[in-house]
């Protein structure tokens, strides 16, 4: 019978890869939480509206992404494509706005967007994200770059670039859109179509164009910069003082205009040049107006996500693969033996040492090949004629020792034995 197989674009994490998982959430985890972040979980499903009206209806991913559905009710849903919107409608329900101050808030987990899958890109791929809720000033945008610097290094990734980049507010920016506009109508025959589209719709996202020609064209752009009103410079101008005064390494580049409607004032990219097109490890930006176009109070807000896939794909670049091994392998002869065994890992792990052992009654040779595979440190083997003395055997599986042991406090023996190491 032909075996299902899963879904193009969405992958299993496999055993052998969950290393990569586990050290880049803990580090996460660690340095979000020193920075005051607590963790929330929302659903993986949401209503269709909240995403259309959250990323905009005019972006790539709720005109063409979205995992959207009419579920058995009649209702339409999505599939969550990042984590942005659905924090926010928590945030709102929920009434967390009511708690004084600025909220800090973070996520790990899958989003889904119907995209070519590639090398980098996935349909369903996973993302860290955190958000800060209640603050205007440019102290918490800097702080937050920083902090996705010291993340990304705590992970042990080398050798990426953050870029930096201001939208100004909806004011100044309608100005500079008009501007746009006309510069992209004057040399229409030289854009691609999705350029000459984008100007009627978004003209900004002409700037994330990846069609060479149309890079090259829109070098001579007018740029948003030279546009912005007195007050989004100068909040973009502390934010750039504030990395400084952090020591935190960027570059400003004018092309970081993001793929979701919410922006306004700083957006950033964490960008590495060893993933092909698929350069954006991290992005993200402020989105002052959000939170109340989606029905709750007048909060500012800035945020980031990153994509782990990205992360584990340069891991696997630079590093050695993390491994797990149990501490102790039971090797056991006999049918007694085996029962002792049983019982004697169920003791070890219930006190917190990692136990495999053989539940198969294997030869001795093919129980220690599958300990010497397990990578455990130390094997016990346990035969009837050890049993009946109340003796175990103790091999260091490093230094290819063996020596006969007391069964009494076999497990402090073993402890002992370790920290001799
Ligand atoms: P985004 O730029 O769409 O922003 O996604 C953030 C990161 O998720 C990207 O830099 C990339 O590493 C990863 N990513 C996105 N799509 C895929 C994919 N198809 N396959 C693999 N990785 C992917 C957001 O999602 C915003 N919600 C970030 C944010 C939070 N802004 C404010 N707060």
């Not at 969405?10 to 890869?17: A, G, H, K, R, V």
């Amino acid at each position: 019978m032909e075996a299902v197989q899963a879904i193009r674009g969405m992958n299993d994490i496999l055993p052998e890869q969950v290393g990569w998982w586990q050290g880049i959430e803990s580090a996460a985890r660690e340095v979000l939480e020193n920075f005051g972040y607590r963790e929330i979980r929302t659903p993986v499903a949401e209503k269709l509206e909240l995403f259309s009206r959250g990323i905009g209806q005019s972006t790539d991913i709720v005109e063409k992404e979205m995992y959207a559905f009419e579920d058995r009710n009649g209702d339409w849903l999505a599939l969550r494509p990042e984590a942005t919107a659905s924090i926010v409608r928590s945030y709102v329900q929920h009434g967390l706005h009511a708690e004084s101050g600025c909220r800090k808030l973070y996520q790990i987990g899958p989003m889904f967007r119907h995209e070519r899958p590639q090398k980098g890109r996935y349909r369903q791929f996973h993302q860290i994200d955190a958000e800060v809720f209640g603050l205007d000033g440019p102290m918490i945008d800097a702080e937050m770059m920083h902090m996705l610097s010291l993340l990304v290094e705590r992970m042990g990734i080398s050798g990426v670039g953050l870029h930096i980049n201001t939208l100004g507010c909806p004011t100044c920016r309608q100005g500079y859109r008009e501007v746009l506009k006309s510069f992209l109508a004057e040399r229409a025959e030289g854009f691609c179509e999705d350029c000459l589209r984008r100007r009627d719709t978004n003209p900004l996202r002409v700037f994330d164009c990846k069609v060479k020609s149309c890079a090259e064209l829109l070098e001579s752009a007018p740029q948003l910069i030279d546009y912005i009103c007195d007050d989004c410079r100068a909040h973009f101008g502390a934010v750039r003082q504030f990395l400084d005064k952090l020591g935190t390494r960027y570059a400003v580049n004018p092309r970081i205009v993001r793929g979701l409607d919410y922006y306004m004032r700083t957006t950033f990219e964490v960008i590495t040049d060893r993933l092909g097109s698929q350069n954006a490890i991290g992005g993200g930006g402020r989105y002052d107006g959000l939170v109340r176009d989606l029905g709750g109070p007048a909060v500012p807000a800035v945020g980031f996500a990153m994509g782990m896939e990205r992360l584990v794909l340069l891991l696997e670049q630079e590093k050695e693969k993390p491994s797990r091994y149990p501490r102790c392998f039971i090797a056991s002869l006999g049918e007694q033996a085996r029962v002792s065994g049983f019982l004697l890992s169920q003791q070890f792990r219930a006190r917190g040492l990692e136990t495999e052992m053989d539940y198969n009654g294997r030869s001795l040779k093919s129980q220690m090949r599958r300990a010497d595979k397990s990578g455990a440190r130390y094997v016990l083997i346990l035969g009837e004629e050890e049993l009946a003395r109340r003796e175990i055997q103790l091999r260091d599986m490093v230094t290819k020792t063996q020596r006969i042991v007391p069964l009494e406090n076999i497990f402090e023996t073993l402890l002992a034995v370790d920290s001799e190491k």
